[in-house]
């Protein structure tokens, strides 16, 4: 072959160097030389979520421990089983033992001390209490401390 290049070779190399206005039509030599790779997501989570690292939680403290083995609406004489019995208020003619005989017989036929105090102490306005009070002393001062007026009578 003589060094010099023939004209129609100078152009088959021009062509083979110079990018063509379209570029769609072009293979790219990455597509051809790299076969398809397939991925399968599972894995790939998987991979990722070993690769994660979890800070461990704090530990859950004990909660306080009450040094009173009896608890506070228990008295002396009484244990805790002792619950189960009838509450019934004293002899006392006041207006919280009205109260107490009316709750029972017409709100909660079973219920306990603690319940009823939190009844009296915390549902009850000062002005409701007054009002059993009041009406108590009107009760003795009548002699009509009678079971059937007591406990069928108005809830404040």
């Known amino acids: 072959m003589p060094s010099e290049a023939t004209p129609a070779m100078q152009l088959i190399v ?13 293979p790219v030599a990455s597509d051809v030389t790299q076969p398809a790779v397939s991925y399968d997501p599972m894995s790939l989570l998987a ?14 403290p004990e909660p306080p421990v009450k040094s ?6 228990v008295s002396e004489g009484e244990t805790p089983t ?5 509450f019934r208020p004293s002899g006392t003619k006041n207006g919280r033992n009205l109260c ?3 709750w029972l017989k017409q709100v909660n036929a079973n219920g306990q001390k603690e ?4 009844y009296y102490e ?11 009070d009041n009406e108590a002393k009107q009760l003795v001062k009548d002699n009509g401390w009678v079971k059937a007026i007591i406990e069928n ?4």
């Open 122 to 132: 915390k549902t009850l306005t000062v002005t409701q209490r007054e009002d059993y």
């Open 82 to 86: 002792d619950k189960k019995t009838k």
């Open 153 to 156: 009578g108005k809830l404040y």
């Open 47 to 60: 991979s990722a979520a070993a690769k994660v690292k979890i800070t461990p939680l704090p530990p859950i």
């Open 68 to 73: 009173d083995p009896m608890p506070s609406h």
């Open 100 to 102: 107490i005989l009316r």
């Open 14 to 26: 021009q062509e083979a160097f110079t990018a063509p206005s379209n570029k769609e039509n072009v």
């Open 115 to 118: 319940e009823f105090r939190a």
